[in-house]
């Protein structure tokens, strides 16, 4: 299965700052995904990041918020931009293992907390 | 519109007993598939099983289980001889296939308790 790796793995920020967050896959993969899930709450999907081109946003996210980068086919970026407590969630990144049926696999999750 | 309905926030089973996991989907689509993730309180979501519409097989993995029921849309995920490190948020899932993408759509969550 496909090894997916995120940094930092939690961190506290203070409103109004952005933080990025990393993601890398121990393989060469299409689609990386970005989901938030809040406290309580289930995953959302923020955006599909693809290699060459830009991010996909889901309704209710937008690119000044949310800036993806996708340099290759191994690592993404996440951005959270100006942030306030409402943006205190886990992030997490997930891709698709064509070698593994198109399982779909996460990292395991950047807990952002904003004070 | 694709749906995952997830009907019991919370569920407990005693020790080594089976316990079964309610999931249903509502989807347009006749190719999709249906995941089950684990989430322990650190937060990872661990895939735990796998089952495609067109799999005749309900899907097995170990100590869980799968119960396809196409026909009422539902996808249960059975865990057997239930063991204390399985209390945690339980997530069902459903991906379409349609498009060529990999999104999925999750159900609220069912927090599993394992009691001695």
């Known amino acids: 299965s496909a090894v997916i790796s995120q940094k930092p793995s939690r961190d506290i920020c203070q409103r109004g700052t952005s933080l990025t967050i990393q993601c890398q896959v121990d393989s060469q993969v299409t689609m990386m995904f970005w989901y938030r899930q809040q406290p309580g709450q289930s995953l959302t999907l923020i955006a599909t990041?693809?290699?060459?081109?830009?991010?996909?946003?889901e309704s209710g996210f937008v690119i000044d918020k949310f800036p993806i980068s996708r340099p290759n086919l191994t690592f993404s970026t996440l951005t959270v931009s100006n942030m306030s407590p409402e943006d205190s969630s886990i992030y997490l990144c997930?891709?698709?293992?064509?070698?593994?049926?198109?399982?779909?696999?996460f990292g395991e999750g950047s807990w952002l907390t904003v004070v | 519109a694709q749906k995952i309905t997830q009907t019991q926030p919370g569920m407990f089973v005693q020790e080594k007993e089976a316990v079964t996991l309610d999931c249903t989907y509502d989807t347009s689509d006749q190719s999709y598939g249906l995941f089950w993730y684990k989430q322990p309180s650190s937060g990872e979501m661990i895939f735990l099983i796998y089952q495609g519409s067109y799999d005749e097989q309900n899907a097995t993995e170990g100590r869980y289980s799968l119960n396809f029921q196409k026909a009422r849309k539902s996808a249960n995920l059975v865990i057997s001889a239930s063991q204390l490190g399985d209390s945690a948020m339980y997530f069902c899932?459903?991906?379409?296939?349609?498009?060529?993408?990999?999104?999925?759509?999750f159900g609220a969550g069912t927090r599993l308790a394992v009691h001695p």
């Open positions: 997930s891709v698709a293992d064509h070698s593994a049926g198109n399982t779909i696999y």
């Open positions: 899932a459903m991906r379409e296939d349609s498009g060529g993408y990999n999104k999925l759509i």
């Open positions: 990041a693809n290699q060459g081109s830009e991010a996909t946003y």
